[in-house]
């Protein structure tokens, strides 16, 4: 391992990997689920309703809900 200091160690523009899934300090509150803010989520879905979404990309209506639940 060599000793010397790393320079501009911090991560600072770089990019940790392309995804659908997550962005981090692009818009609104800094992070977003498949483009909706992580703080509205919160507030307003249920968990199983953000795994939906995680998982399949879109929030579900109350039948796709239902069947993930089940």
Same mark, same amino acid.
């Given at each position: 391992?060599?000793?010397?200091? %790393?320079?501009?160690?911090? %991560?600072?523009? =770089? /990019?940790? +990997? &392309? #995804?659908?899934?997550? #962005?981090?300090?692009?818009? +609104? /509150? +800094? %992070? #977003?689920?498949? +483009? $909706?803010? !992580? *703080?509205? @989520?919160?507030?307003?879905? *249920? $968990?199983?309703?953000?795994?939906?979404? @995680?998982?399949?990309?879109? @929030?579900?209506? =109350? &039948?796709? %809900?239902?069947?993930? !639940?089940?």
């Amino acid at each position: 391992m060599a000793d010397k200091p %790393l320079a501009g160690a911090g %991560l600072r523009g =770089q /990019s940790a +990997g &392309a #995804t659908a899934l997550c #962005t981090v300090g692009k818009t +609104g /509150s +800094g %992070l #977003t689920y498949r +483009g $909706f803010d !992580i *703080k509205e @989520l919160a507030e307003k879905a *249920k $968990f199983e309703e953000v795994a939906y979404l @995680l998982l399949k990309g879109k @929030l579900p209506n =109350q &039948a796709e %809900l239902d069947h993930y !639940i089940a």
